[in-house]
């Protein structure tokens, strides 16, 4: 998609808050004025100083990329560096478009959870513990196998090189039947985190509603929470593009090294595991209405969540912590320098979504400099992992 990089010097732009005073008309209304003016300075002046922590952060650590910080229900989008160097394009660009990486799995599981609610009653009802061989026959143990399984990586499936790049623009049955055919099996209930789980949930949406999953994307989640940022790969319009992705070259104390930027073949690769594209404040959106009643509500989140597959603390592309208060997920493609992870309270009060583009390829280090600033927003609340 992007062929050419030009080296530009770097220049990172910083925002200023506004502040609004309003201006009584009575004396009754002043009271009431100037406290609400007092409460939206308070407001601007703590976003300033969180928007300056998470920029110094990033900074600190040469990383930089685009996050959405949420302290006590608000979320701010707060963002550093450029996201296309070569094009002058920063991130937080209105025009640009993450990839999601494993952080799309939550949304595949939803489905899945949408459509065992709305089948109940019908012949085509099923649930976790329907195994798998209904849809794929042909497909190794597929009788021994469940949904259940699939959403808690602990189907058996060892199935290698998702992420290798075939050089191969691949429509979702292609993926799928990859998959089927290329699917050597390990043991079933142990947990093998692997693609190749939630590329076969994504054959199973489109088995039960004879629509494709790239059509259930788009109408059960992007028009159905009006996303202007979130797309399937193949989906992202005129006008909007993905980031480049980079590393700091440790040697020269150069940034915006080693770009790399994600292929049309490698995302077709992965229908429902990996092919979205999406901002950090749409998918806050997303996660909001994981439990809210819009695509989900608490008892659907907790039932995907919780399968009785579920051997750790995964299942439903979402880890669980601190008995439940804490979840997240972390993400990145092979071949690529994006990290991208988010960890929330499980109301979504507080917490942070960060997708970076340039890091150092290593998940603890994204991690730690997320944790930084988890421990800023809300401190001995969140997960150091």
């Not at 502040?19 to 409460?39: R, Y």
């Not at 979702?172 to 985190?193: C, L, T």
């Not at 809210?292 to 579920?310: A, P």
């Amino acid at each position: 998609m992007k062929k050419t990089f030009l080296v530009l010097a770097a220049s990172l732009v910083l925002g200023a808050s506004a502040m609004t005073a309003v201006s009584p008309s009575t004396n009754t209304v002043q009271a009431a004025s100037t406290k609400k003016a007092t409460t939206q300075k308070q407001t601007a002046a703590q976003q300033a100083k969180m928007r300056t922590f998470v920029r110094q952060t990033l900074n600190d650590n040469h990383v930089r990329g685009t996050t959405v910080v949420v302290k006590n229900g608000v979320p701010q989008q707060i963002s550093y560096g450029y996201a296309w160097y070569g094009n002058n394009m920063g991130n937080g660009d209105p025009e640009i478009t993450y990839p999601a990486c494993s952080l799309q799995k939550v949304i595949t599981a939803a489905i899945i959870t949408q459509l065992i609610n709305e089948k109940v009653g019908t012949s085509n009802h099923f649930s976790q513990y329907t195994t798998i061989n209904r849809w794929y026959p042909d497909l190794k143990n597929s009788s021994l196998v469940t949904v259940g399984d699939l959403l808690a990586n602990t189907s058996g499936n060892t199935v290698g090189n998702t992420e290798v790049d075939r050089d191969q623009d691949y429509t979702e049955q292609e993926a799928i039947d990859w998959i089927i055919n290329d699917s050597p099996s390990g043991q079933i209930g142990s947990y093998f985190y692997n693609n190749a789980n939630y590329i076969l949930l994504a054959g199973i949406i489109s088995k039960l509603t004879g629509k494709s999953y790239e059509q259930n994307f788009e109408d059960r989640i992007v028009n159905k929470l009006g996303l202007k940022g979130t797309y399937l790969y193949q989906d992202i319009p005129t006008g909007m593009t993905d980031p480049i992705s980079y590393n700091y070259d440790y040697q020269t104390g150069k940034n915006y090294q080693n770009a790399v930027y994600v292929p049309s073949t490698l995302a077709s690769q992965i229908p429902g595991a990996g092919n979205m594209f999406t901002t950090p404040m749409d998918y806050y959106k997303i996660q909001v209405a994981l439990t809210d009643g819009t695509i989900l509500d608490k008892d659907d989140f907790n039932y995907m969540t919780h399968v009785k597959s579920r051997v750790n603390n995964y299942a439903a592309g979402t880890y669980l912590d601190n008995n439940d208060n804490i979840k997240s997920a972390y993400g990145n493609l092979r071949g690529t320098h994006f990290g991208n992870w988010y960890q929330l309270t499980t109301d979504n009060k507080n917490g942070l979504i960060m997708f970076l583009n340039q890091t150092d390829d290593n998940e603890k280090d994204v991690k730690a400099v997320g944790y930084d600033i988890l421990q800023h927003i809300k401190p001995n609340t969140f997960v150091a992992n």
